[in-house]
């Protein structure tokens, strides 16, 4: 947090004394900085900080600290389970929740501190499925006969018995395809429809 000699070696041996207790040998702790990134954010190194741990977490990496050549010679990291994150890797999967932790100081003595936990793991197609009401199917082509021919594609594909969820047929069809200058809009409640 502090960038400095004596203040990080402060903040890595409580670290390191606190994430100590209970943890296996082989079990590290990645540290880092903002500041390899951004440079010294002033008043606003706790919202930068908060916004680079987020991003840790939703992408599940560990972002490497640039330009890092050696460690502060004080901090004795072969007896504390820390080490300085130098490239992009993984998050480890875990038993328990991601954590990241923010300790950011600012010049004019603003300070964050803060504990990030992951967010529950969400099935993917929960937001979809959980739409209830019409949905909008809409088709493109580039001209109209092509736009017809797309639509009978997609009344035969209806029909059948064993065609994917109306909610997601939308969803694909709003989201993953190309949208062309000739259009057809279908408002319904089901495939059937």
């Keep these: 947090g502090t960038g400095t000699r004596l203040g990080d070696t ?3 041996l409580a670290l390191g004394n606190v994430l100590s207790q ?4 082989d079990n590290y702790c990645a540290i880092g900085a903002l500041k390899t990134n951004i440079g010294h954010m002033e008043t606003a190194s706790g919202i930068a900080s908060v916004m680079k741990a987020a ?3 939703q992408h599940r990496q560990l972002p490497p600290n640039l330009h890092f050549r050696s460690p502060n010679p004080d901090i004795p990291l072969d007896t504390l389970p820390l080490r ?3 490239k992009l890797e993984p998050w480890p999967d875990a038993q328990h929740p991601r954590y990241a932790g923010i300790s950011a100081l600012g010049f004019g003595g603003s300070n964050s501190h803060a504990v990030l ?3 529950p ?7 979809i499925t959980q739409r209830s009401g019409p ?3 809409p088709l493109s082509a580039r001209t109209e006969k092509a736009l017809h021919e797309l639509a009978n594609r997609y009344r035969q594909f209806l029909i059948k018995d064993n065609s994917p969820a109306w909610l997601d047929i939308c969803h694909t069809a709003a989201c993953r395809r190309d949208h062309h200058d000739c259009r057809l809009a279908v408002l319904a ?3 059937q429809q």
């Design 10 to 12: 402060i903040e890595a």
């Design 22 to 25: 209970d943890r296996p040998a």
């Design 55 to 57: 991003l840790a977490l």
């Design 84 to 86: 300085m994150q130098t």
């Design 117 to 119: 936990e992951e967010p």
């Design 121 to 127: 793991a969400v099935k993917a197609e929960s937001t």
């Design 135 to 137: 949905q909008l199917l």
């Design 189 to 191: 409640d089901s495939s």
